[in-house]
């Protein structure tokens, strides 16, 4: 953080109007750059990233299993999320196919995740689910920035929290409903859906 060293820039015109939620969202809106990440972030997040919904029933419900099991599969999901983040900090400047890639990536380790026989495979599969879902969401994240003008870096990264944070608690109740029908194994494909 020593050498991190702010730009100084005027006070945004809009702010000082008012409307810059408008404005920021107008300015999203017009550039695919930005628009594809915060649409995919926000089909994603809704039925994908529920874990904490999902995971304690599937350690339960699907594999019989204790509070044990729970931090086993937990901690496997946490391995792949930090290992995955990381990675994607070796690439330089995050492209379309690389996003498009790893939210394929995110949907087939949630359906490796959903037909695990066992917890050992799940526990692997999990990871692999951690790497590809947290290098998607760092590709979305690095991509907005990079691809947003300083006046409008500030709106679309508060866009960018909407979708992310926003979407999940919805997307929780949607994935109660589906495990009280019919299992966490299903609630994990249809997760996978909006992913692939």
């Known amino acids: 953080m020593l050498f991190v060293h702010p730009l100084r820039q005027a006070p945004s015109q809009t702010l000082?109007?008012?409307?810059?939620?408008?404005?920021?969202?107008?300015?999203?809106?017009?550039r695919q750059q930005l628009?594809?990440?915060?649409?995919?972030?926000a089909l994603v997040g809704l039925l994908a990233f529920n874990f904490s919904v999902v995971l304690p029933l599937l350690a339960r419900r699907t594999f019989h299993g204790s509070g044990g099991t729970y931090g086993l599969l937990t901690t496997?999901?946490?391995?792949?999320?930090?290992?995955?983040?990381?990675?994607?900090g070796l690439i330089h400047h995050p492209r379309?196919?690389?996003?498009?890639?790893?939210?394929?990536?995110?949907?087939v380790c949630l359906v490796a995740t959903a037909i695990?026989?066992?917890i050992p495979l799940a526990c692997l599969t999990l990871g692999l689910t951690g790497a590809a879902a947290f290098s998607f969401v760092t590709l979305a994240s690095t991509t907005l920035q990079l691809h947003s003008s300083a006046a409008?870096?500030?709106?679309?990264?508060?866009?960018w929290?909407?979708?992310?944070?926003g979407t999940t608690p919805i997307g929780s109740i949607l994935s109660g409903w589906i495990i009280s029908a019919s299992g966490p194994r299903?609630?994990?494909?249809?997760?996978?859906g909006p992913a692939s």
Not at 186 to 192: D, E, K, P, R, S
């Open 16 to 30: 000082r109007r008012g409307g810059g939620v408008r404005a920021g969202l107008r300015y999203a809106r017009s």
């Open 35 to 41: 628009w594809l990440p915060l649409v995919m972030m």
């Open 76 to 88: 496997a999901l946490s391995l792949g999320s930090v290992a995955g983040s990381l990675g994607v």
């Open 96 to 107: 379309r196919p690389l996003l498009v890639a790893a939210a394929l990536a995110f949907g």
């Open 116 to 118: 695990a026989p066992n």
């Open 152 to 159: 409008y870096r500030g709106r679309v990264m508060a866009l």
């Open 161 to 165: 929290v909407i979708v992310y944070i």
């Open 186 to 192: 299903a609630a994990l494909l249809v997760g996978a």
